[in-house]
């Protein structure tokens, strides 16, 4: 049960004295002011961890709500702001946001021998800029909700809603600002800044995924920016280029937001898988299966994505040639998903495995991504989608892989790496637990929601029939089991960050130069660059891949 | 490697011949060439882009890096523009029995 | 610390995370040659846009094209590319060590022309444009004799001011960047090894005037002037 | 807490009857829907069986032994990866060519259809049959016969959607978007709307009957006697002065509508259009932008005159007038 704490540095400086990026110096104004990426991951951590757990209360509000047909809790209006609240919140604010802005930010100067984003400035004013976004919206969120839903179509957003659409747009423009900015910080680092030796192809899978995915925040946030900038531009003046009035088309709305929101739904997934190649390696000691498959896998994602949105507009009228291609597309960009799921299966063969909790995670993770992902091929061909467009199916086909993935990942990840943020060991036995009962409270929750959308359900709906009743009060049920599983991280995490066991630098024996320097790190990550001699995941080799200069 | 030091001249040279490509689209606007107005009125902004790109941005001198990432962005744009109107200009267009037809004025409609 | 010397030796303007100025400077072209290309798609939106409306609306798009004034729009055209020549000397003057008030003079000369640029626009076509009803959303007012289009040509004005105003907007920004440049150029803070913010801000310069060079023939000459009766 | 325990009840009864897992197929089409739908849930039982069981296989094999287990350097597989990229290409291609060719025969509506027209409104539907009946969040057809919906919005987008059929369309503002099917079994049947819309979306919902066709002329004929759709189309068309122009013998400053319908012709930007619905419907609302080689541009839009309902009646009109007469009008 108890860690192993296996590569403990003899003659390390005890914990209390040695100075580290925490400890350097104190004081509000040395965080709000930091430049450092490992302090602003943190900032960042706190923030998208309130936005969780405001995102999740909508949830919960939801779920209680849905137990009856005919609604048990609350107004229809105010149910429809519920759901476009959750949806804004949980997409825009945390999940796009989550592994590249917390563990990316942290780990990316790291596992590439830097000492800190090429842009470190540029770093901190993203976070700002998050947050002046996120204050946005919640003043939106207090002061009478959106109704929209997060897709914002129009012409309800431009001219029918009675609702914030201009606070929301305006919120969700600006953080966009703050994913280009990482964006482009993590292009330029990953480019420029690698360590002696650090080619390419010895990088680690999840430096890879958060290169694949900068692409994506560069190429494709602009777009949704220009779109919802539009948008409010549109509510402002009552007068717009989707205004069916003046001959504008309501559907090129959805044209532009899904260039950007399909690829973003990649935003949330390849971090995810990054953070899979890291953790099932290390609890299997065996080198990733296939490096290079699963590397280019990250980037043909990154470029494929750019070409399926259209399969979110298979019933609106799209042009069927059109359908034709985006349904083909849409095939295409599962393939190398399938390369990834297959090759982490197969990097488990003949391994050394360990069952430690970001392991459970990552066994969580791809078990219901590849649910997820197989469900999203009833949606990519058009026969079935006609059918399914619009239901509780589309709604547990995201949530598999969003919460059952990307979420799982998300917590694998902290888990994983929170010894070398805080120094500090959580309770395993605990961890475990709590990734159980994650695991049970989420397929009660959303696998009932499959059946319901194949028998017809319909989302978005305040009330609704009776016949659907006994479907979602279990998945109601296993909701606040699961928003019981998602509170025991959170006590247990806070707990020890004072009372948690000191960790060492490298309590899980992993390789990656993240791994080579203390725990927590000193402010410059490295007292001096390493030299990089060998490939990602060397663990047949037990010494150490770094010469020192 | 500092920066590259592009002659004067040149930068001369390319604001002569941006003026000059600036007078001649405006001049063509006055022709009607039916379709073709368009098409001259692009090609002459795509050559003064390149001038500028080329020169003032020094990516005549500048590594592939640099001219992937600008290639990658003028690509996108591409894919944005090219798959919209896909739809846009396709959805009126009645189906026929098998899809396999269907691509046939597809493929004509392209050409 | 190993490389204490290194960093003690340190050149003005020279941040902590980097090995060498060298690559210093190259991280900071990439980053803004990335950024351009998040602009390229920013614009892009509204282009593609554009492209979609100019096919499904073309005679309101050529109607409302006839409906501005060419002469504007290539005086403009001629005062955008010259301020551009001046930014690329201003670089120029820095990289090979002229003296600092030529630099200056170099910047504050883009800066002019960029102003004239934003007066030509603002007080002579935008103002012609609300006297005459052209600004949606401002009393917008539908001509009869544009006939059955007419309706529709409150969308080309739509991307007319959208297009335009974001690149004013730009070029707004813009001259806020070069008067920060010219107070650094007075402090004598470029020479030839240390230039990268000259350089950087001239990308962007250059990328907003290339914007420019599509918007004029897209919103100016589409329509085609042969069929332009007397004049306005 | 009452609903609660209620609900208890009906879990029972649930159990009792069956978790159903599959809606009503009362289409000619939802049996083919079906099979491919059960075939990708064999397909997705079928990975995520074979790799959960995989998993837990190796987590419990290769399970650590001792805290220095080294285990041997993985090897690269080329054989391998070529097999797990090209089985699930291969299976792709063929779930896309199923579900494609199934796709395009669903959505081609067979010519001898009956037509009915709905407009959709913040938060009701209304429909109309060609013979006059017009029906608010309901819909009666006769068994066996295909049905095409020929959709318009007066406002926001809507989604028709009814799960029996597995049919679905959004129903967009400022054009026509159309759906068919032909219903295999009476009965009554949920009609949804499917896309988000506003406050009462979650009560834009009706029901659709499905009648023998005895039934289903009984129903036409009972009721108050409207007058049909191509009546009142003409009865507008007199009204609003269209006649004035468009004369039935060609010399008005419009072209003759009769006989016009399902022919095609070729627009002054070059364009050749079949006259179809959306096409009557754009010379409506926007005449120019459907100039006609021959004639001026004078017709005047009536977009904001007449409202979606009003613009279908006339479009009804005018097919009526089409083909048919055009044989006995024949130069
Ligand atoms: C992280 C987020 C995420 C991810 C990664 C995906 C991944 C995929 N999604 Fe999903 N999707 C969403 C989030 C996501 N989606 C959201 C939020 C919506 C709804 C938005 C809204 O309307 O509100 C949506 C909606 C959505 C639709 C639109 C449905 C509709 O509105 O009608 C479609 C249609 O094609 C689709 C398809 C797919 C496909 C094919 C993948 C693929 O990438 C999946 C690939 C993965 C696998 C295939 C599994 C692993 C493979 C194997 C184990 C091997 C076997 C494989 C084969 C035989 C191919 N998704
Ligand atoms: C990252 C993305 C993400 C995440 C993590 C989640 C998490 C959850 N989602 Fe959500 N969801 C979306 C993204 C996400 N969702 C999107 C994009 C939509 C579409 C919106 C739209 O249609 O526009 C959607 C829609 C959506 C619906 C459909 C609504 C509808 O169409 O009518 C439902 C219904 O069950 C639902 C449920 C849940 C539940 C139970 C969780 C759970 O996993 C949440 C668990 C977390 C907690 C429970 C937090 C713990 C907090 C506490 C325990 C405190 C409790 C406090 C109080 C109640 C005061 N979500
Ligand atoms: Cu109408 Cu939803
Ligand atoms: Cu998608």
Known sequence: MSTAVTDMQPGAPPESSRVHYLNANYGIKSWLLTTDHKRIALLYLGSITLMFFVGGAFAVLMRLHLIEPQGALVEPDTYNKLFTMHGVMMIFFFLIPSIPATLGNFLVPMMIGARDLAFPRLNLLSWYVYIVGAIFTLYAAISGGLDTGWTFYTPYSSSFSHTQVVPVALGVFITGFSSILTGLNFVVTIHKMRAPGLTWFRLPLFIWAMYATSIIFILGTPVIAITIFLLGLERLLHIGIFDPAIGGDPILFQHLFWFYSHPAVYIMILPGMGVMSEVVTCFSRKKIFGYSFVAFSSMAIAVISFLVWGHHMFVTGQSIYAGLIFSVLSFLVAIPSAIKVFNWTATLYKGSISYQAPMLYAMGFIGLFTMGGLTGLFLASLATDVHLNGTYFIVAHFHYIMVGGAVMAYLGGIHFWWPKITGRMYPDGWARFAALVIFVGFNLTFFPQFMLGYLGMPRRYAVYPAEFQVLNVVSSAGASILGIGYLIPLIYFIWSMRYGPVAGPNPWGAKGLEWETPSPPPTENFDEIPVVTEEAYDYANPHTGVARG | ?111 | MADAAVHNAHPPGFAHQFEDMEQQREAGTLGMWVFLVTEIMFFGGLFACYAVYRALHLQAFELGSRLLDVRFGAANTAVLIASSLTMALAIHSAQTGKRKSVVMFYLALTMILGAAFLGIKFTFEWRHDFLEHLVPGFGFEVRPEWGAVGHHVPMFFCFYFFMTGLHALHMIIGIGILTVLTIMASRGRFNEQYYAPLEVTGLYWHFVDIVWIFLFPLLYLIGGHYAMGGGH | MTGFIQSGFNLLAFVHEGIPIRPTAASSIAEGVDRLHFFLTGLTLFFTALIFSIIFYFMVKYRRRSEDERPAETQEHLALELTWTLVPTLLTVVIFVWSSSLYFRNSRPPSAAMEIFVVGKQWMWHLQHPEGPREINELHVPVDVPVKLTMTSEDVIHDFYVPAFRVKKDVVPGRYTSLWFQATKIGTYHLFCAQYCGTDHAEMIGWVYVMTPADYAAWLAGGARNETMTQAGERLFNQLGCVTCHVADGTGRGPALVGLYGKQETLRSGEIRVVDEALIRQAIVNPNSILLPNYPPVMPTFQGQINEEQVLQLIAYVKSVGPEERKTNAK
Do not use: C, Q
């Open chain 2, 1 to 111: 490697m500092p920066g590259h030091v592009v002659p004067v001249r040149v930068y001369v040279g390319v604001f002569l011949a941006l003026l000059a490509l600036t007078g001649l689209t405006t001049w063509v606007a006055y022709f009607d060439l039916g379709a073709m107005n368009t098409v001259a009125a692009l090609a002459i902004a795509v050559t003064k882009m390149l001038l500028v790109i080329l020169f003032f941005m020094h990516v005549k001198y500048s590594s592939g890096l640099t001219r992937v990432i600008i290639l990658a962005g003028f690509f996108w744009f591409a894919i944005l523009v090219a798959l919209t109107l896909s739809d846009e200009l396709t959805r009126h267009w009645t189906p026929s029995p098998a899809p396999w037809g269907l691509l046939l004025p597809l493929i004509r409609g392209l050409f």
